[in-house]
């Protein structure tokens, strides 16, 4: 949820894992049916989708006094192509 909240890297790993696809689509739609599709195609950051998933009693953003931080440049990896 961290990921999708305040903007932190999302991985799957998995390939130490016998699992499949389908495995994964259940886990994520546990949460809400179709969220996998949603996170690969970028729909989840229509408001339509991402407010689905707050739920009661979850904290406010906004009491974070940084909810978009900035990612140390020393952690990030550089993308592939440039």
Do not use: C
Not at 2 to 30: C, H, N, Q, T
Not at 56 to 65: C, L, V
Request: avoid cysteine.
């Amino acid at each position: 949820m961290g990921a999708l909240r305040y903007g932190k890297p999302l991985v799957l790993d998995y390939l130490s894992m016998a699992i499949d696809k389908d495995a994964v689509v259940e886990l994520f739609d546990a949460v809400l049916p179709g969220l996998l599709q949603l996170i690969v195609s970028k729909q989840i950051l229509h408001e339509e989708h991402w407010s689905r998933l707050i739920r009661e009693g979850d904290s406010n953003p906004n009491t974070n006094p940084d909810p978009h931080p900035h990612p140390d440049p020393d952690l990030v990896a550089p993308h592939p192509q440039g």
